[in-house]
């Protein structure tokens, strides 16, 4: 399968704990973005990167998020001090290299539950 | 800031009918509107998109409008068969000087046999 793969595909923790979701992209893809998907709405952005560069990052992303892509290829999502709120679909997305924005490829996504 | 409104939440339509969804968006300078479907616990896929140079564009049972002068687009489905009932989502790019995607709440749509 040469598609978006994210592990874990399912996380269970206890409130204040830390978590990390990886997500490894289409490989000839160089932008890779991170959403997250609550019951009834749609993705959310978090944040992006092309290559190895985090060019955006929403304003709404609490500080206990961070996430990398050191190597320009897989990235890393970390929710630091979980919180009940932070219970959702966690999705990564990959696009192909160019200068406009194009068809994002979505992975199955990370279910989180904070309990 | 950057917004993108959806409508209807929830839409059903019988076998054979058309169905339309609405968005607009609120950055005049988003230039690339995708629609995506989710199927219940799986990915979001992609099934059509345009470009702000584009008014329509259509394929097979399904075409987009943009009106970018009141900043809405359109997803139109004809002869709905009970294969499409999913979760659609629209989306807008974030501007000139972004990658990123904004996107609608999305419209659960039931096509009833």
């Known amino acids: 399968d040469t598609g978006v793969s994210q592990d874990p595909r399912h996380k269970i923790t206890k409130r204040g704990q830390n978590v990390t979701f990886r997500c490894d992209p289409i490989?000839?893809?160089?932008?890779l973005y991170w959403y997250r998907q609550t019951l009834g709405q749609g993705p959310e952005f978090l944040t992006y990167f092309q290559n190895e560069a985090q060019l955006e990052k929403s304003r709404l992303l609490s500080d206990r998020f961070s996430a990398e892509r050191p190597k320009g290829s897989f990235s890393t999502l970390e929710i630091q001090r979980t919180e009940q709120g932070d219970s959702a679909m966690y999705l990564c997305?990959?696009?192909?290299?160019?200068?406009?924005?194009?068809?994002?490829?979505f992975g199955e996504g990370s279910r989180l539950t904070v309990l | 800031g950057e917004n993108v409104e959806q409508h209807p939440s929830t839409l059903s339509v019988q076998e054979g009918d058309s169905a339309v969804i609405k968005c607009t968006y609120s950055?005049?300078?988003?230039?690339?509107f995708p629609w995506y479907k989710q199927e219940l616990g799986k990915r979001p896929q992609l099934i059509i998109d345009?470009?702000?140079?584009?008014g329509e564009k259509k394929d097979q049972r399904i075409a987009v409008t943009l009106n970018k002068t009141a900043k809405h687009f359109s997803l139109h489905i004809t002869e709905t068969q009970p294969e499409d009932s999913a979760v659609y989502f629209c989306?807008?790019?974030?501007?000139?000087?972004?990658?990123?995607?904004?996107f609608g709440q999305g419209t659960t749509l039931q096509v009833k046999p």
């Open positions: 989306a807008a790019s974030g501007g000139s000087n972004t990658g990123k995607l904004i």
């Open positions: 490989s000839e893809h160089n932008r």
């Open positions: 950055d005049s300078a988003s230039n690339y």
């Open positions: 345009i470009r702000s140079n584009v």
């Open positions: 997305a990959s696009s192909a290299r160019g200068a406009n924005t194009g068809e994002l490829f």
